[in-house]
């Protein structure tokens, strides 16, 4: 790692300010940033810890909104009472993510800036409709996840939570691949008053995408069987040394399957 | 059996330093003035180094020195070697090129090493390694041994012409081929065995410190071979005499063969000492340890098997293309030859075998010894051999192994071994029980109703351990004997300490080899001291690896206690006034049999120093030294029946059931024993279902962290149920075999037998990744 300075921000306006110093990079629970810095593959000047801000923390559950502060960890989405009532799907999908010491440390919003194209929350905010908040604005998921580690993020913008209208139904499957642990393809189906919306991760060499194939099967009857002989096309899928794109291609409707199956159980 | 003696389940001293993070590795070692290094490795796999520039590095914050490989041949330290010189079928010696601890003109693979960088910090001797200027030309590589043969290809050493090091044969050609010309059956396959990266826990580390006062070197090095480190480094690289320089390998976080060898690392930071002033530390970062630690494995093979009317095997043939990577490691050359070929008549009578083995330069890091070291390679070859046989027969994989065992001993099967002990088909029943082998069509058929493809495999292996005579291996070509040495230290109040040539990196020696001294004498675990890894203390050894500090290791400590015995009986003989041959050591006590006149053990040990009162004419003190030299290698057998369950949606194998049932010989502690065979299949199944080295075309390794190269984890494995049905080696004084590899051996073939089995096809490349099994049950369809 090369030598940093290290910001720890009070408030929001706070770590806008101090974001927009030298190259700053902010910081959230590190699980992304630090080891890319410890391999020397980023070297910011500064960091801007944003993980001790109060305001960026936890759950909010009103009626059917549900809205998570950014600097809340996977573990506490996981565990969240009021979110495991309003969404269970979006609480498992955390519980899945890394390993406990992960979970601990990573956060919503650190996971939604990075946009890995295997990372998990991204198909949930996607098929959830949900919106992306910040200090600046509101960008709906659609409009925020970009491409393969990019998002709609313009320089120094903070998130500072994603909210959403929880669904009547909704589940996620995860593949794991089997070195990292990160989605070789997970698949979130949720159903709620706009229909029935399904994204998948870890697959498109675009990142997260909607899957038609899939949603126009479901359209029609939200059931495990109604994916029988769906076929997802292998085309704009990633081959890589874990999995070719058939081998995705196939997997999608797999996964979505058994999403289906556990939304309706 | 005492409780702490021979066959007790006696928990492991060391592991309380080990758990409450005690444990003491290079890592942790800190000498006054030290600094600290890091090295400028090539990012081609392939290239001329036409220009360095270390100017800019010189002057970056905290350097002390920037060494090349130039400034380290004009010091007259020598090329790394390989001790283990093998001939072609043609008569020549094997065509080793030069490799130089710092490319001076070439670069060979990702991560060879070029520029050493000594600073103040780690992370000062970083920056300034990025800020050294090497020009390279580049030049096409070649990674895959199978293609490096071909005219035309990269060749990576202007010594080994095609890149061919040796084409060395075993066996009988003529009978192999006259008996596959007459079988009535022959079963031909080819078989991949896939390179795999150790990952040891502790990467590895070096410390040099030069005294100039003393003129006089320290290493501490993650060995497991300390006295033969001092030894290379003193006879060939020319590092400093062997009584000027001190080897120790203290704690050290496993080595699965790895650490076997010396690598270029030590040398250069030695030496870099000695130039630079300052005692000089290098720890590997994990990406350091995927790229340059010695990789296992990575054959090709073409196996003909040929059968008899009545399912007898008549002749074995083999031709393999063993990958070496860049640099010849240590012991590279005997891995794909005397400890694989050897072994190729496994379990079996085989009436004529024939084998032939090129060795390879390609563009990758090294390929050595690796848990098993050629073993794993011939019974995967075997094992795979026989189950495909087994079905295009029609006949059971067990009864067709049943069929062809050896069942009588000695037996000298027609590759150089002469098995001494053994009984296979008691681990085969005990394997086929534990496993109800018998009731497998009805869990198969509750398997398909859940939609499941359950199958079942078995393998048959058979080792060989206790490397090893050292005569036997100095006529195959090897450049040291294999022999080990133990001191045996009784102190003045009876308290014992045993200086052993053995090197403990996980084994659990400190325990086991206490266990024996009490099994002799009494005394208590907590009294005995092993002492190893430092030639300052230690006698001449031979370190640890083959599964041979049971077998090798203690027989020296027996052979040392034998003596000590006999001083100590004749020095009570003398104080109790009674007959030497009367005296037994029994509970602590030393006895005249038949009476009640006894001596507590201190109290000889007392007498042997105070030295008041001993016979006439003898020595005082009690320590005793001893050298063993193993009569045959051993030979570990046993039967492994592995049993999975894959979904065919998504290519996923779980392994149901996992049996093994070995045969070890006689055993010091069951426990660290079920421990060793747990890890052993742990990597034997992380080798079938999960881990894989890959390189790209152009040599940069694609699984260099744990993002791509999966290590096996608790969740992937099932829980293993090991038993022992044992017949005692009769070649070493404690009828012990070794078990530290046998579960990497065994268990590969297990799993693939049991997933083709279950998707119904003949070959699956390994790992059986789920997208690899998912593309074999399409490609079936
Ligand atoms: C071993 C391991 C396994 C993992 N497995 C998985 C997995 O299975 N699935 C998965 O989805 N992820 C996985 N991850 C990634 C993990 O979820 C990370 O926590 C996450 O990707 C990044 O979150 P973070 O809080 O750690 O962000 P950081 O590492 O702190 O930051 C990541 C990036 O986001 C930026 N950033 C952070 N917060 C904000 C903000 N509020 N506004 C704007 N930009 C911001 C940072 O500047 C940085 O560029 C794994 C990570 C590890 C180390």
């Known amino acids: 790692m090369y030598a940093v300075n290290y910001h720890r921000a009070a408030s929001v306006t706070d770590a806008a300010k101090l974001v927009k110093s030298g190259d700053a990079k902010l910081l959230s629970g590190g699980m992304t940033l630090i080891p890319a810095m410890k391999t020397r593959l980023a070297a910011p000047s500064d960091l801007v810890d944003l993980s001790r801000i109060k305001d960026l923390q936890g759950v909010k559950v009103s009626g059917k909104t549900v809205t998570i502060g950014a600097a809340t960890t996977h573990y506490d989405v996981a565990n969240d009472e009021k979110l495991r009532k309003a969404c269970p799907a979006l609480a498992h999908l955390a519980s899945l993510i890394g390993d406990p010491a992960v979970r601990y440390k990573g956060t919503i919003g650190g996971s939604v800036a990075n946009n890995d194209p295997a990372a998990d929350y991204p198909a949930a905010l996607l098929a959830l409709g949900a919106t992306i908040v910040t200090n600046k604005r509101e960008i709906s998921a659609a409009k925020f996840f970009i491409g393969l580690f990019e998002t709609a993020l313009k320089e120094g913008e903070i998130i500072t939570a994603v909210s959403f209208t929880a669904p009547a139904k909704a589940a996620y499957e995860k593949f794991r691949n089997p070195a990292s642990r990160y989605a070789i393809v997970g698949v979130f189906v949720a159903k709620g008053k706009d229909g029935v919306s399904v994204a998948v991760t870890g697959a498109g060499d675009d990142g997260v995408f909607r899957s038609k194939e899939i949603e126009a099967a479901l359209a029609k009857n939200f059931a495990a069987s109604a994916l029988d002989g769906v076929k997802v096309p292998a085309k704009n899928l990633m081959t890589d040394l874990h999995a070719s794109a058939e081998y995705r291609a196939n997997l999608i409707a797999v996964m979505a399957k058994r999403a289906v199956a556990a939304a309706n159980a | ?781």
Request: hydrophobic fraction near 40%; include cysteine; proline fraction near 5%.
């Open chain 2, 1 to 781: 059996m005492g409780i702490e003696g021979i066959g007790a389940r006696v928990v492991r001293k060391e592991d309380k330093r080990f758990i409450t993070g005690a444990g003491r590795y290079v890592d942790d070692m800190v000498v006054p003035g030290m600094k600290h290094a890091a090295f400028v490795r090539s990012p081609h796999a392939h290239a001329q180094i036409k220009k360095i520039d270390v100017k800019k590095a010189q002057a970056m914050p905290g350097v002390i020195g920037v060494l090349t490989g130039k400034e380290l041949k004009a010091d007259g330290i020598g090329n790394l070697i390989c001790g283990w010189m093998i001939h072609s079928k043609d008569g020549s010696p094997m065509k080793m090129g030069a490799w130089s601890p710092l490319a001076v003109d070439k670069v060979r693979y990702v991560g060879d090493a070029v520029v050493i960088v000594v600073a103040e910090t780690k992370g000062q001797a970083r920056d300034a390694a990025e800020a050294v200027e090497i020009t390279y030309k580049e030049l096409k590589a070649v990674v895959d041994a199978t293609k490096a043969l071909q005219k035309g290809a990269p060749q990576v050493h202007a010594e080994a012409e095609d890149n061919l090091i040796f084409d060395w044969e075993i066996g009988d050609a003529k009978a192999t081929d006259a008996a596959i010309k007459a079988a009535a059956h022959v079963t031909r396959m080819k078989i991949v065995n896939n390179r795999l990266v150790p990952n040891a826990m502790e990467p590895r580390a070096a410390l040099g410190h030069y005294d100039k006062a003393e003129d006089h070197f320290t290493c501490w090095t993650t060995s497991q071979n300390p006295h033969v480190a001092r030894l290379v480094m003193s006879a060939f690289y020319n590092v400093a005499p062997e009584n000027k320089l001190r080897v120790i390998a203290p704690d050290v976080g496993g080595g699965f063969g790895s650490k076997i060898y010396i690598y270029p690392e030590e040398i250069v930071c030695l030496w870099a000492s000695k130039k630079t002033g300052v005692p000089v530390k290098w720890v590997a970062d994990r990406t350091e340890s995927f790229l340059t630690d010695a990789h296992g494995r990575d054959h090709v093979s073409t196996v003909e098997m040929a059968f008899d009317k009545n399912n007898k095997i008549t002749g074995f043939k083999v031709d393999t293309i063993a990958n070496l990577g860049a640099y010849m490691s240590l012991f590279s050359s005997c891995v794909p030859t005397y400890l694989y070929a050897t072994l190729l008549s496994g379990q079996y009578n085989i009436p004529a075998i024939h084998a032939n083995v090129r060795t390879v330069y390609t563009n990758t890091a090294p390929v050595d010894a690796y848990r098993g070291a050629g073993r794993p390679e011939a019974t995967y070859l075997l094992e795979r051999t026989m189950e495909v046989a087994a079905r295009e027969l029609g006949l059971s994989p067990a009864e067709l192994r049943r069929t062809n065992f050896i069942t009588e001993f000695p037996h000298q099967t027609p590759v150089i071994m002469n098995y001494d002990a053994g009984d296979y088909g008691a681990s085969l029943d005990a394997a086929t029980k534990a496993s109800d082998y018998a009731g497998f069509a009805k869990r198969k058929a509750a398997a398909a109703r859940q939609g499941k493809l359950r199958g079942i495999g078995m393998s048959c292996y058979i080792e060989a351990c206790g490397i090893a005579p050292s005569a036997a291996v100095g006529s195959l070509g090897a450049g040291v004997g294999l022999w080990e040495s133990a001191e045996v230290r009784v102190n003045a109040v009876g308290t014992i300490e045993v200086l052993t040539g053995s090197h403990s990196h996980g084994q659990g020696h400190e325990t086991t080899f206490a266990q024996l001294v009490n099994q002799r004498f009494g005394v208590p675990l907590d009294s005995v001291s092993i002492v190893h890894g430092d030639t300052d203390k230690v006698q001449m050894g031979m370190g640890t690896y083959g599964s041979r500090s049971g077998a090798v290791g203690m027989s020296a400590i027996a052979k040392a206690l034998d003596k000590v015995e006999a001083k100590a009986k004749k020095i009570a003989a003398h104080l109790l006034e009674a007959d030497e041959g009367d005296i037994v050591i029994e509970n602590g006590e030393v006895k005249v049999a038949g009476t009640d006149k006894s001596l507590p053990w201190f109290q000889v040990a007392l007498a042997a120093y105070t030295a008041h009162n001993l016979p006439a004419g003898m020595e005082p003190g009690l320590k005793e030294t001893a050298f063993y030299d193993p009569a045959n290698f051993t030979f570990p057998a046993g039967c492994y029946i592995c049993e999975v369950e894959i979904d065919p949606e998504t290519g996923t194998t779980e392994i149901v059931q996992f049996v093994a049932a070995d045969d070890f010989g006689n055993i010091i502690n069951p426990m660290i024993v079920e421990g060793q065979v747990h890890g052993g299949i742990a990597q034997g199944i992380g080798q079938a279902l999960l881990e894989g080295a890959h390189y790209d075309d152009s040599g940069q390794l694609l699984t260099a962290s744990y993002m791509d190269y999966t290590m096996p984890r608790a969740g992937d494995l099932p829980s293993f149920r090991v038993s022992t049905t044992n017949t005692p080696c009769p070649s070493n004084p404690l009828g012990i075999k070794g078990c530290g590899e046998a579960g990497a051996i065994g268990s590969p073939p297990a799993v693939i037998n049991a997933i083709t089995d279950a998707i119904g096809i003949t070959d699956i490349a390994m790992p059986a990744s789920p997208s690899t099994v998912w593309a074999a049950i399409r490609a079936k369809k």
